[in-house]
């Protein structure tokens, strides 16, 4: 009957396959097709919030998501076409966005991906990587001021950008997902905070996860990239030593970044990497403390995504003291 509502030109619109995907660690996805009484199928994608919102980023909400993914598309990403937004949660039991689906498949996760990749697929990861951070914003665009970039115009440089994101953007997760604070992770927020590196570059949009669990494969092309809730503008050395991480069995760190400044003219100094890996590192641990705090706050969470912060905490977001040192080391190393 809903979908009778948003095909009024099609008769007869029924399911005919009705998928959830296991992961999502902040929204349910579900793969369902469709057919109509003339023959007509279409596959389609659900992207739906959980009831338990365990990040707690403002691009969460995909009120505020829908309208970056469009303006994403609108940007010549490869992007699935967004069709709709559904806004009452009354409807269906929760707000979602539907989209087509892309053709292809996902490769892997954070940690690398599953299969082989040929110099041609990571010719286009690289390739699809890139024009994220050539994209410039602005302020009439309806678009951004619908989505969650619109908290982000007012800073001018990598460094403006990167203080708001520490000394406020960080605090207000904090504050949403009510985690406890251990003293590794003040630690390093504090130390975040009183060591900026200086850039006066403009910021560039970051996705944040650009890793094989949010791209889709078709043959040796990136198809689509997914999961833009915790994109916003900022350094962006820190969406490289998350996705360069994801690709080091097939490309080292220096060769990763001469092919990104030819193809942005960006340097990325050797102290934004060691810095945005301590910024990476914090990010993470809180995700994994409000997965684990799910456990107590709610009476019905989803256990399954509070297993990740038991997973992935040791390895992804509490080596802090380590990666400070390193980070102090190249600033002296360097004179940064």
Not at 16 to 40: E, M, N
Request: proline share 5%.
């Amino acid at each position: 009957a809903y979908l009778n509502e948003k095909f009024p030109q099609r008769k007869g619109t029924e399911v005919t396959s009705f998928l959830p995907l296991d992961g999502g660690f902040s929204k349910k996805t579900v793969l369902f097709d469709i057919a109509d009484g003339a023959g007509t199928r279409e596959s389609l994608v659900m992207r739906a919030e959980h009831g338990v919102n365990l990040c707690c980023y403002d691009g969460s909400e995909v009120t505020q998501e829908f309208y970056m993914i469009r303006l994403m598309r609108q940007a010549g990403l490869p992007i699935a076409e967004p069709l709709w937004l559904e806004d009452d949660a009354s409807r269906l039991g929760a707000r979602f966005i539907v989209s087509r689906k892309a053709i292809g498949k996902t490769y892997g996760g954070n940690f690398g991906a599953k299969e082989a990749i040929s110099p041609a697929l990571l010719q286009s990861v690289i390739d699809t990587f890139i024009p994220i951070h050539t994209l410039r914003v602005a302020a009439p665009d309806p678009l951004v001021l619908k989505s969650h970039l619109k908290e982000w115009l007012p800073y001018k440089t990598v460094s403006e950008a990167r203080r708001h994101h520490v000394c406020f953007s960080l605090p207000k997760v904090i504050d949403r997902t009510n985690i406890r604070m251990p003293p590794q992770l003040r630690r390093a927020l504090k130390w975040l905070e009183r060591n900026i590196p200086d850039c006066d570059e403009p910021p560039a949009i970051v996705h944040i996860d650009y890793a094989f669990n949010n791209l889709i494969i078709d043959g040796d092309e990136v198809s689509a990239v997914l999961d833009w809730e915790s994109s916003r503008l900022g350094d962006p050395a820190e969406d490289i030593v998350w996705t360069q991480q994801t690709l080091a069995a097939q490309i080292s760190l220096p060769e990763f970044l001469a092919r990104y400044e030819a193809g942005t003219g960006r340097r990325i100094s050797s102290y934004r990497i060691a810095y945005n890996r301590v910024a990476k590192c914090a990010l993470n641990a809180i995700t994994f403390h409000s997965s684990l705090r799910a456990i107590e706050k709610y009476q019905i969470p989803n256990i399954k995504m509070s297993t990740l912060g038991l997973k992935y905490m040791a390895l992804l977001g509490a080596n802090f003291n380590e990666l400070i040192e390193a980070a102090e080391n190249v600033r002296r190393d360097d004179g940064a």
